[in-house]
T-cell receptor, first 113, second 114 residues
Framework: GENVEQHPSTLSVQEGDSAVIKCTYSDSASNYFPWYKQELGKGPQLIIDIRSNVGEKKDQRIAVTLNKTAKHFSLHITETQPEDSAVYFCAASGDITASKLTFGTGTRLQVTL | DADVTQTPRNRITKTGKRIMLECSQTKGHDRMYWYRQDPGLGLQLIYYSFDVKDINKGEISDGYSVSRQAQAKFSLSLESAIPNQTALYFC?????????????FGPGTRLTVL
């Protein structure tokens, strides 16, 4: 089955700096890659996703890049703000409807003032 | 997401007890899921259901059972709870907008088995 590895497990950046979180996946058939943000005491919330036919996708300060050859994808957050502090999870799915997601182990991002 | 609710939010129980966690949604989605989250690990799929008559096992279904009482309700049961089932449990729902099942998560239930 699919295996998703996520690095780093913790990341501390200063406000205004950029943050990058990286994930690798094992199943070359995977074709959908969402990123979730989990704030304390809440469930994960989808923040951005990308399909395998796209190399990059941006939404304001957040971007995701995908390298299918190397089987890795990354989350980029620019101009970080304190409210970006949370745990971020990557996921991958090879199921055509993306119903069965395999999650990474999470990255705790701390944005310091 | 307020459209996906889970009860209870916290539960402490003893080994051997039967426990039911409930999930309700007002999103009108057909698909519902139960996940387990352990510290330092990602979310692991326990069971999922594509409609009221469809139930499927996920990665870690042993020791769990589910019931899809209606489109809006999906319950997870631990028939005889054990301490290593102590975890955070999330329910999720999805639709197929654009051909992708975007999953929306509830707030979670923290379960402790003593």
């Amino acid at each position: 089955g699919e295996n998703v590895e996520q690095h780093p497990s913790t990341l501390s950046v200063q406000e205004g700096d950029s943050a990058v979180i990286k994930c690798t996946y094992s199943d070359s058939a995977s074709n959908y890659f969402p990123w979730y943000k989990q704030e304390l005491g809440k469930g994960p919330q989808l923040i951005i996703d990308i399909r395998s036919n796209v190399g990059e996708k941006k939404d304001q300060r957040i971007a995701v890049t995908l390298n299918k050859t190397a089987k890795h994808f990354s989350l980029h957050i620019t101009e970080t703000q304190p409210e970006d502090s949370a745990v971020y999870f990557c996921a991958a799915s090879g199921d055509i409807t993306a119903s069965k997601l395999t999650f990474g182990t999470g990255t705790r991002l701390q944005v310091t003032l | 997401d307020a459209d996906v609710t889970q009860t209870p939010r916290n539960r402490i129980t003893k080994t051997g007890k039967r426990i039911m966690l409930e999930c309700s949604q007002t999103k009108g989605h057909d698909r519902m899921y139960w996940y387990r989250q352990d510290p330092g690990l990602g979310l692991q799929l326990i069971y999922y259901s594509f409609d009221v008559k469809d139930i499927n096992k996920g990665e870690i279904s042993d020791g769990y059972s589910v019931s899809r009482q209606a489109q809006a309700k999906f319950s997870l049961s631990l028939e005889s709870a054990i301490p290593n089932q102590t975890a955070l449990y999330f329910c999720a729902t999805s639709d197929r907008t654009g051909g992708i099942d975007t999953q929306y998560f509830g707030p979670g239930t923290r379960l402790t088995v003593l």
